[in-house]
């Protein structure tokens, strides 16, 4: 059977915190490893007073959606031409985020040390977190994917400029975490090929 996951914001569960697993065709959600649209217009954020395993969590989980995003949707954005292509290697990028969060669960000595000397734990971890939310945030509430009105918009600047601080905050985190998580060596290279091939659209090399 089809699982599909559907965001609860702020809501821990014993895996995969601040999410919740549906069967499909039981409500929203995305599925993560197809071609569905993500539905969820809320605005993120890490899970308030969260552990040092749920932060993790949530950051895995909001870089694997805002890659999706890229590639099952945002149409002005993303090469048509190009789209399938990225869709079929998405799989693999679903297993490799997978094996970082069963690794995460398991929590082995060896896995806390690289997570230390990557600079994921105490304060700083929490800094990587609240900076992707803010970043993240203010990118969709730019292209008008979230359902909130903000009275006062945080940013005025063009898209591109939003959206190259998403993919800056993306680029230093999952440098972090292939450290810690050597699988998401794959997801690195896979987001950097996204990021160019956005960059080709707004140069007009690609459709």
């Known amino acids: ?79 048509g031409a190009w789209r399938r292509d990225f869709q079929a290697v998405w799989p693999e990028m679903t297993a490799c985020f997978e094996s970082a969060h069963s690794s995460l669960e398991w929590g082995s000595d060896t896995l806390q040390g690289r997570l230390g000397r990557a600079g994921l734990g105490g304060a700083m971890l929490s800094l990587k977190a609240e900076r992707l939310s803010s970043y993240v945030n203010v990118f969709r509430e730019s292209l008008g994917e979230l359902s909130i009105t903000n009275p006062q918009p945080r940013s005025s600047g063009p898209v591109e400029k939003i959206k190259d601080l998403v993919f800056g905050a993306i680029n230093s985190i999952l440098g972090s975490l292939s450290m810690a998580f050597p699988v998401l060596e794959a997801v690195k290279e896979y987001k950097e090929h996204v990021e160019l091939s956005v960059k080709a659209v707004e140069l007009g090399v690609a459709e």
């Not at 039981?26 to 993120?44: A, I, K, L, M, N």
């Not at 552990?51 to 999706?68: A, G, Q, V, Y």
């Open 1 to 79: 059977m089809t699982r599909t996951i559907e965001r609860m914001p702020f809501v821990d569960v014993k895996k995969h915190e601040g999410f919740r697993e549906t069967e499909s065709g039981s409500g929203g959600g995305r599925r993560r490893g197809g071609g569905r649209e993500p539905c969820d217009r809320q605005p993120v954020g890490p899970p308030p007073g969260g552990s040092h395993r749920s932060l993790l969590t949530w950051i895995l989980l909001t870089i694997e959606d805002e890659l999706f995003r890229f590639v099952h949707g945002r149409e002005q954005s993303f090469p």
